[in-house]
DNA sequence: AGTAAATCACTAACATGTTAGTGTGTCAAG
DNA sequence: CTTGACACACTAACATGTTAGTGATTTACT
C-alpha cells in the first residue's frame, strides 16, 4: 500500500522517442559503416566546414573524453583530418576529407528519403509540432534552473568513496 | 558549391532535448549513488513490482547485453534480487530490495520537487504540449514504416570485413 | 615580468550501448 | 519420441557515455 507517488520519467519518454526515429535509420548508416556518432560529426562538418573539437561537443551533443577517441577512429578510416592551430598551442581544428565528404553526399538523399517515408507514416502534422516543441525545449537549454537541495545524508555504495578527503 | 540538402537532425534534437532535462536530474541520482539506468530499473520495479529482464528492456529502453551487467552491479549493491522462475528455466524475475525501496521512497520527493523547479522555468503549457507529442511519437513505435533500399556498394572501413563468407 | 586562475585536449577507470553469436530450455510438428 | 524452430539470458568485442583528474597552454591581474 501507499504506493510512492513519481511524476512521468521525462528522460525516459524522450529516449524512447528517440529509439522510435533512430530505429529507422540506423540501418542506413550501418549499411554505410558509421556510427551514429560519426555521422552527426560529419554532417556537422560538411554543413559547418572546419570545426574545433569543444564545438563539435555542443552541436553533436558528445562529451569530450568521447569525441576525442571518435576522431581518432575517422581520422584512422580517412573520413575526416585534424590540424593544429598556430595562434593557440592548445586548440585543434577538425575538417572532413574528400571521403568524408563523399560519404556524406552518397547517403543524404538516402536519409531524407527515409524521412519523407516516416513522415508519411507518422503525419506531417505530428512532425511539425514535435520539432516545434523540441525547439522550444532546446531553446530554453541556457535558461537556469533552481536546484533541490541535496540531503547530506547516507547514500547507497558509490564508485568512489570520498573517504576522508 | 552545390551544398548537400540534408533534412533536420531529429534524433540529435531528441538528444539535445533530454540532456537539458536530465541535466537537472543527473546530480540528484549522482548523490543517491545510482546510474540513470538503475533509477529507470528501480523506479519501473517499485511502480509494477517484480519483473523479467525482458520486460525490463522494454520499459526501460535498455538492451539486454546492458542489462545483464546492470542486474549484476544492482545485485551486487543490494538493490535488486534476481530468482529463477519454475515453469520456465530460461526464465528470472527481478525484485526491489526492502533497500532499493528505501532508496526510491527516499529520492522520490526530491525528483517531484525537480520537476516542478524545472515546469517552474520551462512553463506548464511547454511542458503539456511535451508530453503529448512525445506520447503520440512512441504509440506509433509499432506502426510500420516503409525502407530504403540499400544500395549494394561499397562502404568505407567497417568494423568486421564479411569477407568471402 | 610573474603568478594564479582559466582553458583545452587528453588519459584513466568504470558503466553502458551495440552487434553478433552462444548455450540452454521450451514447444510444436512430425 | 525426436527433431527442428524458437525464446531467453548470457558472453564477447568493440564503441561510446560519464566522472575525475592531468599537463600544456593561455589569460587576467598584479
Chains 1, 2 share one sequence.
Not at 21 to 49: D, K, M, Y
Not at 93 to 100: D, E, I
Not at 108 to 128: F, I
Amino acid at each position: 500500500m501507499n504506493e510512492v507517488r513519481m511524476p512521468r520519467n521525462l528522460p525516459l519518454l524522450l529516449l524512447q522517442a528517440r529509439e522510435a526515429v533512430i530505429s529507422h535509420f540506423r540501418p542506413l548508416l550501418n549499411h554505410a559503416g558509421v556510427t551514429e556518432q560519426q555521422w552527426r560529426i560529419l554532417r556537422a562538418l560538411c554543413e559547418l566546414g572546419e570545426l574545433e573539437p569543444r564545438q563539435l561537443c555542443d552541436i553533436c551533443q558528445i562529451l569530450s573524453p568521447s569525441l576525442t577517441g571518435v576522431l581518432a577512429r575517422m581520422e584512422e578510416t580517412g573520413l575526416v583530418a585534424r590540424r593544429k592551430v598556430d595562434s593557440d598551442q592548445r586548440r585543434l581544428l577538425v575538417s572532413p576529407t574528400a571521403k568524408g565528404r563523399a560519404l556524406v553526399k552518397r547517403m543524404a538523399p538516402l536519409v531524407q528519403q527515409q524521412y519523407r517515408l516516416l513522415e508519411e507514416t507518422l503525419g506531417a502534422d505530428l512532425m511539425r509540432d514535435l520539432y516545434a516543441v523540441l525547439d522550444r525545449l532546446v531553446a530554453a537549454r541556457d535558461t537556469p534552473v533552481a536546484r533541490v537541495p541535496l540531503p547530506a545524508g547516507r547514500q547507497a555504495g558509490r564508485r568512489k568513496e570520498p573517504s576522508g578527503d
